[in-house]
């Protein structure tokens, strides 16, 4: 028999992945906001925020500041809590490291370096000879006091092989980003849930049904629970943090949110041999590439029109890093080839790619040619995944859904982990009517109605960055 129940809160929050986990936090521990329900049918960080590689970076080139402002008032919050943790989250500063061996991008590495930098990145470095990388400062294993800022950025092979001998000997450029690498996000997200639940957060575990608005004004939520039972929850502030369900949730407000999402898989390796180095940030190879096979292999796949793709140009930003440390060999490998697949709403189980693990293996090998010793027989791969779920121009959500009292913190794509801590500030500061950044107006829905922002991303897209 359903039973139905009442309650009520000063905000409800619909998704505990790493986004609703930080607005909750925000309101509760900064501002004072005391009854603040998370809802979500999922246990805590389990459905896309425990699918990341859990890395951050500032290098952000483009169209205008507002990305690298928000990432870096991001860091700036995570190195705080870092601080007064004792890093529980183990917070590093390894970098990004990106990679290429085509002359002309790597003269566009030094022209997006540049923009960038004048963005507020920090400084660029060049070097163009052994002499001049002779200053150049490795990162350290661990920590993130005492770290260049900016980026550093190698034109010359020498000074390339000196630094990264496990690289390819054809790559010709390769730009360390420097106020980046990655932390735990399942430890910083439970941190964030603790210190919000201490002060008066609450999680139900179940699906939101319906956004009661009346009048053009959020006045409550029904959530479906366990048992077949009912929650109705009054309140006047409803947020749409719903990660890949966003568009969903954001329809129950009766908002079309212009958002898709994308599946997107890794894979865990043991590198038993030790080919890729165990201080590097995370590596990305910035070049398109088509898989090496045999003459017979080649022919056999381009006979079959559900494998003849893997003979054809594959896109660029195959990356890595290792995980763990001490003894740890453990790495973790990416390719986004399948992100010119997109879905109105996400599909579980994520659809199944029984290629990927050797498709992303045979790809690295461009990048670090050593791994193609694992290529005779491959090693055991752990694969997981989830979604990216994004705007066409690849910035979030945050701020008001033209219903008075409803909100969206979502559309993080590959970024929620290392955007969320500034992002959740930002919408706090807004349902609260605290004072809020400039950067706010990249974020808002209204941007896509503002001329001179639809102007800039019309000029941007014309680039082909997007």
């Known amino acids: 028999m359903s039973m139905v129940t009442t309650r009520t809160a000063d905000v409800v929050i619909c998704g505990a992945g790493i986004a609703g986990i930080a607005v909750a936090h925000a309101l509760c521990t900064v501002h ?55 890093n529980r989250f183990l917070l590093n500063r390894r970098g990004y490291v990106y990679a290429t061996a085509r002359a002309e991008r790597a003269a566009q590495f030094e022209q997006e370096a540049a923009i960038a930098s004048a963005q507020g990145a920090g400084p660029l470095r060049v070097y163009r ?64 849930l603790e ?14 049904k319906t956004v009661h608005v009346s009048g053009g004004r959020v006045e409550g939520v029904a959530v479906d629970v366990a048992g077949g039972h009912t929650v109705h929850v009054a309140t006047p502030c409803f947020v749409n943090a719903a990660g890949p369900y966003a568009k969903s949730v954001g329809a129950l407000c009766g908002v079309d949110l212009p958002l898709f999402s994308e599946a997107h898989y ?13 201080n590097t940030g995370l590596v990305i190879l910035d070049d398109p590439q088509s898989l090496s096979w045999s003459d017979e292999e080649r022919a056999e796949l381009a006979a079959d029109d559900s494998t003849r793709w893997l003979t054809e140009p594959l896109p660029a ?30 599909e579980y189980p994520l659809p199944d790619d029984p290629f990927y693990p050797e498709v992303v293996l045979r790809g690295m090998t461009a990048l670090a040619p ?97």
């Not at 001490?326 to 997109?342: C, E, F, K, P, Q």
Request: charged residues 20%; negative net charge.
């Open 195 to 208: 210190e919000a639940k201490s002060n008066g957060a609450e999680v139900l575990a179940g699906r939101v």
């Open 266 to 278: 890794k894979i865990a390796i043991e590198d038993a041999l030790g080919v890729i180095d165990r």
């Open 317 to 346: 930003g195959i990356h890595l890093r290792p995980e763990g440390y001490g003894s740890a060999r453990t790495v973790l490998m990416l390719w986004d080839y399948h992100s010119a697949h997109r879905y109105d709403a996400p």
């Open 129 to 192: 000879s052994t002499a001049e990388a002779s200053t150049y400062q490795p990162s350290s294993h661990t920590g993130y006091r005492g770290h260049p800022d900016g980026a550093d950025l190698f034109l010359d092979r020498e000074a390339i092989r000196a630094q990264f001998p496990w690289l390819a000997p054809d790559i010709c450029a390769v730009l360390h980003a420097r106020r980046c690498g990655w932390f735990s996000g399942q430890q910083l997200g439970m941190m964030l």
């Open 370 to 466: 050593g791994l193609a010793a694992y290529l005779e027989r491959l090693p055991h791969a752990y694969v997981d995944g989830g979604y990216y779920t994004k705007t066409a121009e690849n910035r979030p959500l945050v701020g008001p859904l033209g219903v008075d009292g409803a909100y969206v913190c979502a559309a993080f794509s590959g970024f929620g982990l290392m955007a969320a801590p500034a992002a959740a500030e930002l919408l706090a500061q807004q349902i609260t009517g605290a004072p809020r950044p400039a950067y706010e107006r990249a974020f808002l829905l209204s941007r896509y109605q503002d001329p001179t922002y639809r102007a800039l991303l019309a000029n941007w897209g014309s680039t082909g960055q997007l």
């Open 32 to 86: 004072g906001v005391q009854r603040v329900l998370l809802l979500d049918d999922h246990p805590p960080l389990t459905l896309t925020s425990d699918k990341s590689t859990e890395a951050y970076l500032n290098w952000w080139p483009g169209p205008d500041d507002a990305m690298v402002a928000l990432v870096n008032r991001s860091i700036d919050l995570l190195e705080q809590w870092a601080d007064r943790s004792d």
